[in-house]
């Protein structure tokens, strides 16, 4: 079954570091999605991408966030100064077409210290 | 008031027995539904879509009751298997395909 990368598995980084989470997004796949979960809590939706741009974002994804798919395989999210509170996992996510099934990666754990 | 709200559990279900739970959601205009399965520390992956006819897969059913806004899960013949983190998920009305709403999600122990 394809499958969505996701690398690093776990990056620590200090606060204020800048941090680029990749994805290698399932091939036929046209809309892509950032999400994070913090410890314990929901999963929160950061922003969706699709023909190379941003569709929709939201309140999370303030101007400390970036996302590009700069070779037309990977699917980045960039974070330019990390805070303590950006700990948590992000999940990159995909799907084919409008209404249907939205596949997740493994993750990214990030730990700002 | 959360968008999205479930009853974090746990349940503690025997295995081979039946557990249900719900999820509400608060605006009215919502308008696809879906569970979602998360094992720990784990990404989630789709268990079902959640119809308005009420759908089943397997040993899963759930159901869909707009008038008084909640979603059901029901797990019959409980395996071990089925231990995990159950998400409800719902896309607003308006909302881009694939800007899904999470609940905390239900977590659910089936025990030998």
């Given at each position: 079954e394809p499958e969505v990368t996701q690398t690093p598995s776990h990056q620590v980084t200090q606060m204020g570091q800048e941090v680029i989470l990749r994805c290698v997004p399932i091939s036929n796949h046209l809309y892509f999605y950032w999400y994070r979960q913090i410890l314990g809590q929901k999963v929160e939706f950061l922003v969706s991408f699709y023909n190379n741009e941003i569709s929709e974002k939201s309140?999370?994804?303030?101007?400390?966030f970036s996302v590009e798919r700069p070779d037309g395989s990977n699917f980045t999210l960039k974070i330019r100064s990390t805070k303590l509170e950006d700990s948590a996992m992000y999940f990159c996510a995909g799907t084919g077409s409008m209404n249907t099934e939205a596949f997740f990666g493994q993750g990214t754990r990030l730990t700002v210290v | 008031r959360k968008e999205v709200e479930q009853d974090p559990g746990p349940f503690n279900v025997p295995e081979g027995a039946t557990v249900a739970f719900n999820c509400t959601y608060s605006n009215s205009a919502s308008q696809s539904f879906f569970w979602y399965r998360q094992d720990c520390r784990k990404e989630p992956k789709l268990l079902m879509s959640v119809y308005s006819s009420g759908n089943e897969d397997g040993r899963f059913t759930a159901q869909l009751n707009r008038a008084s806004q909640y979603i059901s899960l029901l797990i019959r013949d409980s395996k071990l298997s089925d231990s995990a983190t159950y998400l409800c998920v719902v896309i607003m009305r308006g909302?881009?395909?694939?800007k899904f709403q999470f609940g905390a999600g239900t977590q659910v122990v089936v025990t030998p």
């Open positions: 309140e999370i994804f303030d101007d400390q | 909302d881009s395909w694939g």
